[in-house]
């Protein structure tokens, strides 16, 4: 309808607007300031960062209630990863929030979202341009797994701080002799990434042979 229609436009041109603020933020920060802003990325840009990874998890309700006619597990996967790693990894540990990991995941997530976004917008609107769409349905091909990889090793490097801080660890007295070791919950969710981000390479190149596919781009182009 086009309520729903205007709805999710009015969603994709905030989410658009917030990615873009930072990744705007982030590369005039870099040419300022050189190697010295990538320390502080997440002390300039956090905030914001956190309001659309937030903001990101209606777009799970959007499929659940039909509105959009996007995949449900795979974009589970990707708003959950993300969700993860910035709020329970990045977040909790000020040590980790330093890391130039940090600034690389950031750039890769802020780079996929404008993209993705603006090509959703204009979408909403009936509007198609062959280069947008085929940079939104190719770019994130190699850029998703570089930012799995990003995650992975945010995680590791947050592993030393878990153990020493005892952070998420919980050791319940008798007589329940329960514990959760929280590293070794993180160790075990490297496998999920890794098993996920196979899951979602695939489905990400099956919607690029659904929406570049010449009947597909000649449909458009008309």
Request: glycine residues 4%; contains cysteine; hydrophobic residues 50%.
């Given at each position: 309808?086009?309520?729903m229609?205007?709805?999710?436009?009015?969603y994709?041109?905030?989410?658009?607007?917030g990615?873009?603020?930072?990744?705007?933020?982030?590369?005039i920060?870099?040419?300022?300031?050189g190697k010295?802003s990538?320390a502080?990325?997440?002390y300039?840009?956090?905030?914001v960062?956190?309001?659309c990874?937030?903001?990101?998890i209606?777009?799970i309700?959007?499929i659940?209630?039909?509105?959009?006619k996007?995949?449900?597990?795979?974009?589970?996967?990707?708003?959950?990863?993300?969700?993860?790693?910035?709020?329970?990894v990045?977040?909790?540990?000020?040590?980790?929030?330093?890391k130039?990991?940090?600034?690389?995941?950031?750039?890769?997530?802020?780079?996929?979202?404008?993209?993705?976004?603006?090509?959703?917008?204009?979408?909403?609107?009936?509007?198609?341009?062959l280069?947008?769409?085929?940079?939104?349905f190719?770019?994130c091909?190699?850029?998703?797994?570089?930012?799995?990889?990003?995650?992975a090793?945010?995680?590791?490097?947050?592993?030393p701080?878990?153990?020493?801080?005892?952070?998420?660890?919980?050791k319940?007295?008798?007589?329940?002799?329960?514990?959760?070791?929280?590293?070794?919950v993180?160790?075990?969710?490297?496998?999920?990434?890794?098993?996920?981000?196979?899951?979602?390479?695939?489905?990400?190149?099956?919607?690029?042979?659904?929406?570049?596919?010449t009947?597909?781009?000649k449909?458009?182009r008309?």
């Amino acid at each position: 309808s086009f309520t729903m229609n205007t709805y999710l436009f009015v969603y994709d041109l905030m989410q658009f607007c917030g990615h873009s603020w930072i990744f705007t933020n982030m590369i005039i920060r870099f040419m300022s300031f050189g190697k010295d802003s990538l320390a502080d990325t997440f002390y300039s840009i956090g905030l914001v960062m956190r309001l659309c990874q937030l903001l990101s998890i209606l777009e799970i309700l959007h499929i659940l209630i039909g509105i959009d006619k996007s995949h449900l597990f795979p974009r589970f996967l990707q708003i959950t990863e993300r969700i993860i790693v910035l709020f329970v990894v990045i977040n909790s540990q000020e040590e980790v929030q330093g890391k130039y990991v940090v600034c690389v995941l950031f750039f890769l997530w802020n780079l996929l979202d404008v993209v993705r976004y603006t090509y959703s917008m204009l979408a909403r609107m009936g509007i198609y341009y062959l280069p947008l769409t085929w940079l939104n349905f190719s770019l994130c091909i190699p850029l998703y797994p570089l930012s799995v990889l990003a995650k992975a090793f945010a995680i590791c490097v947050s592993l030393p701080y878990f153990e020493s801080f005892g952070t998420y660890s919980i050791k319940l007295p008798f007589p329940f002799a329960f514990s959760i070791y929280f590293p070794c919950v993180l160790k075990m969710y490297l496998l999920v990434l890794i098993i996920g981000m196979c899951f979602i390479i695939q489905n990400l190149f099956s919607e690029r042979k659904a929406h570049l596919g010449t009947g597909n781009i000649k449909k458009k182009r008309s």
